[in-house]
């Protein structure tokens, strides 16, 4: 699948291609996580109207879909950017956030799965949502660990030809085969709105830098476990943690990031 050493070549990829990243995301995250870009070298763009989304992306090495907080207007925004990005060869990333919390974001997360993400990923409960596997949430909380949806994520991989990501507090990244468990990061990741969608905006970075799904996706999550063990160790709780946050991505270098990674 991946290996650790092809971190460090990675994120010096990623700081060398400098992705130009179409999000269409959740509002409450949009500051956040265009700053975690920004952070690691990428250049986000936080465009949202359905009238330019089909426009706009063709510009972009990358596009993430975020239905955190969905509505009609990005839903449609969405159906166009994915139109327009997927025959153009541009990679894509689907967080089906809170997807079995109501029946329009599960109807919307498997309408949006059927087209094809070059990377999927979710929380337990929203993986095994997208599976038919109940996986009902707490809002955007997963109530199951990642470890009771690694077989979900296999199988959603599998039926799809993508890579599937399930998020936790270990990750695990799989092809449909092999299965890979990322055990880097820190409690407080939970503690500040958003982690789970840097993640995924971070996976768009290394899709727009040229790496393939499971290569991009592993290389999001160890960047971000490592920086936020890093973060948490000077933080006095989650607001300066979240500012160090951003400090700790922009500092990283690929060495210190293949030399911390814990993979399993």
């Given amino acids: 699948m991946f290996s650790a050493p092809d971190l460090a070549a990675a994120l010096d990829r990623l700081k060398a291609a400098a992705p130009l990243v179409h999000n ?4 409450v995250v949009a500051n956040f996580t265009a700053n975690a ?3 690691v070298g990428a250049s986000p763009a936080m465009v ?12 972009a090495q990358a596009l993430v879909v975020n ?3 969905l509505s ?7 159906r166009v950017a994915v139109a327009a990005a997927s025959p153009a060869g541009i990679p894509w990333v689907l967080d089906p956030v809170a997807a079995g919390a109501t029946a329009y ?3 919307t997360a498997r309408e949006l799965l059927a087209r094809r993400p070059t990377v999927l990923r ?8 997208l599976a038919g596997q109940g996986g009902a949430s707490r809002g955007v909380d997963s109530t199951a660990a990642a470890e009771m949806a690694r077989d979900a994520a296999r199988m959603l991989a599998r039926q799809g030809g993508i890579a599937v990501a399930v998020t936790g507090a270990v990750d695990y990244v799989t092809d ?3 299965m890979l468990g990322i055990a880097n990061g820190h409690p407080m990741l939970t503690r500040v709105t958003g982690t789970g969608c840097t993640a995924t905006a971070l996976t768009g970075a290394f899709l727009g830098a040229g790496l393939p799904g499971v290569a991009a996706v592993a290389s999001a999550l160890t960047l971000l476990g490592v920086a936020a063990e890093d973060a948490a160790s000077g933080a006095a709780g989650p607001g300066s943690f979240a500012v160090a946050l951003l400090d700790r991505l922009h500092a990283m270098d690929g060495a210190t990031l293949a030399a911390r990674a814990r993979w399993r």
Avoid: H, K, W, Y
């Fill in 67 to 69: 239905i955190g907080t």
């Fill in 24 to 27: 269409i995301t959740n509002t």
């Fill in 72 to 78: 009609a207007p990005q839903r449609a925004a969405m």
């Fill in 37 to 39: 870009l920004l952070a």
């Fill in 122 to 129: 979710g929380n337990a409960s929203e993986i095994l949502a």
């Fill in 176 to 178: 449909g085969e092999a």
């Fill in 48 to 59: 949202q109207a359905e009238e330019e989304a089909g426009e706009f992306v063709l510009r």
């Fill in 105 to 107: 974001r599960l109807d």
